[in-house]
Structures are given as structure tokens and as C-alpha cells.
């Protein structure tokens, strides 16, 4: 059975914990005596448990599968850790944590542990905490073994036919996500410039951002895939870690007067905004300036600059 906390559940059914807290205190399931929280006779009838962390001090934490409008637990789908996908993907837990955080499904939270994106959240997985360390992790429908995305990152290797023959269960059409039209632009503009690190970009300003983040020494990846579900790309991608729980994407605007450019421009921000995605914007002025301006917007999302 697994457990979550009071302020986890809140989240999971979608109101606020404060709220929560309210409405559990109506139920005669906890109440507040000192300045705490305390669960009630009733409370640990319903499945409450009270448990100890070393950081947080005593909190309340709740089965996962609980009914708050009768107290009874619901089952639920069957849910896997990365233990079992990376098993039957043939890769260790820790490999596809990190292939699975690539995909913005989770992110990493160096004292907190993983963390579930909205992204993750919509198609079935769940954020829980650990008894004993308090850390978080992510547990999955086992529809994730179809995810389209997560095959892709395997289709080398895996065999023709389908993984498994039932209904999969994922989908991600609840994310209304704005349609971009391509207008060849992949095609037209070749990537024929190649950067210090081996890139091939496709401009001269491009080339000069590669060649930047090269010479700091910032990891970086070219036209990375968003973590969403539309084809849609980024210019200039680099990964979460060193204390920064969201990776840092980077879109240069080059044709500030082309009408069909500006369109496509304008509903990419708009991405970037609705999934909370950390965006660097430059521009052609900017880059006259690259040291000082890209060093400082950086350094805005906690990227360290040597």
C-alpha cells in the first residue's frame, strides 16, 4: 500500500491543501491543536497514518487510493516504478529516470528527489513519497510501456510487433496544444554550418550560440524535441541539474519581418508559456552583445556562467 501526504493529495484531486486540511478537519479525520495538525481516532480508522521525517518533523500522510467523500479506498490501475519499465526495457531504473525526465515527464530536485511534470501528470503518472527518506518518486500506469514517445527512444532495438497486445490506456489528447505550421522551414533553411563541438546549425547566428555555449562549457543539445507532444523544436536545448530543476530552452529569432516567421513565432511562445517551460529569447541585437546579454539571462534561470 502506497502512502501520500496531505499536501500530495490535495494535489491529486485538485484543490488547495489548506482546503484540504479544512475539509478533512470536517470530517473528524484530524485536528489542530498547537499550531498542528494531529489525526484523530476516526482518522486512522480511514487509513491515516502519522509519519516522522528528520526535515519536515511529524505530518500526516494518507492511503493513495482514498475516498475523501466516504473515507473508503478506491482501486485503482495498477501503477510500476521505474525499476519495472527499465526491466522490461532492458536499462536500469536510474537510466530510465533520466530518459524519462529527456521527455519532461519528470525533473530532478536535488534535496527533493523526482518530481512529476504536468506533462507526466497527464498521461497517468503519480507523484509519492518515500517513508523513510522523505524523498519523492514517480510511479506509471503500465500503459507507459506503449507511450509513443518513450518506443521512440528504443525503436532501435525493439522488436517489430507491439509490446503488448491490450488497450493502451495513455493519452495525452487532454493537452490542447496550439498547432505550428512548419512551412518546410527544416527543409528550405539547411543545416550546413558546423559549430566547434560538431553541430550542424542553420545560420551564422546559430553558429555563434553553439560555439558560445560551447566555449563555457554548458552542455547543450541543437533542435531538441519540447516535451510535448506536437513536433514542435527548440533552437537550443540545455538539461536540468547542478541545483537547476527545470532544463533551459533557447529560441533564436532571425526573420523579425516575415509575417509567416512572426506567426510560427508567436504560437511557440505561446507553448512555452502554457507548459512552463524555462525560454531564453535572442535576438540579432542581442547577439551583438552575446557575452553580457546571454550570460545574464543564464544566469536569470540559476545556469552557472565560468
Not at 494531529?38 to 482518522?43: A, D, E, F, K, V
Not at 523526482?114 to 506533462?119: A, D, G, R, S, V
Not at 529560441?251 to 525560454?279: C, H, M, Q, V
Request: aromatic fraction near 10%; hydrophobic fraction near 35%.
Amino acid at each position: 500500500m502506497e502512502y501520500i501526504s496531505t499536501s500530495a493529495l490535495a494535489n491529486e484531486i485538485d484543490i488547495n491543501a489548506s482546503e484540504l486540511f479544512e475539509k478533512l478537519k470536517s470530517l473528524g479525520w484530524i485536528e489542530r491543536k498547537n499550531d498542528k495538525w494531529i489525526l484523530t481516532n476516526l482518522g486512522e480508522q480511514k487509513g491515516g497514518q502519522t509519519r516522522s521525517n528528520p526535515k519536515f518533523g511529524e505530518y500526516i500522510v494518507w492511503p493513495e487510493n482514498i475516498s475523501i467523500s466516504n473515507g473508503e479506498q478506491k482501486d485503482k490501475a495498477k501503477l510500476i516504478n521505474a525499476t519495472a519499465i527499465g526491466k522490461h526495457f532492458s536499462i536500469s531504473s536510474q537510466r530510465l529516470n533520466l530518459i524519462l525526465s529527456e521527455l519532461g515527464l519528470i525533473e530532478k530536485d536535488i534535496a527533493a528527489g523526482w518530481e512529476i511534470t504536468k506533462l507526466g501528470k497527464s498521461i497517468g503518472g503519480r507523484q509519492f513519497e518515500h517513508e523513510t527518506s522523505g524523498a519523492n518518486y514517480v510511479l506509471w500506469p503500465e500503459g507507459i510501456l506503449q507511450y509513443k514517445r518513450l518506443l521512440e527512444v528504443f525503436k532501435e532495438s525493439l522488436p517489430e510487433q507491439p509490446i503488448l497486445q491490450k488497450e493502451i490506456h495513455i493519452s495525452t489528447s487532454q493537452i490542447e496544444t496550439p498547432t505550428i505550421n512548419k512551412d518546410n522551414f527544416r527543409e528550405k533553411f539547411e543545416a550546413k554550418h558546423r559549430t566547434i563541438d560538431g553541430h550542424y546549425v542553420r545560420s551564422k547566428a546559430e553558429m555563434l550560440i553553439d560555439n558560445w555555449l560551447y566555449q563555457y562549457g554548458l552542455i547543450h543539445a541543437y533542435e531538441r524535441k519540447l516535451p510535448i507532444d506536437e513536433d514542435v523544436y527548440c533552437d537550443f536545448y540545455i538539461p536540468s541539474g547542478n541545483g537547476r530543476p527545470q532544463a533551459v530552452y533557447i529560441e533564436f529569432w532571425g526573420l523579425e519581418n516575415d509575417p509567416k516567421y512572426t506567426a510560427r513565432k508567436n504560437k511557440k511562445i505561446e507553448i512555452y508559456k502554457k507548459e512552463g517551460l524555462s525560454l531564453i529569447e535572442l535576438t540579432d541585437a542581442d547577439l551583438q552583445n552575446i557575452d553580457d546579454i546571454l550570460a545574464k539571462k543564464l544566469r536569470q534561470f540559476k545556469v552557472p556562467i565560468g
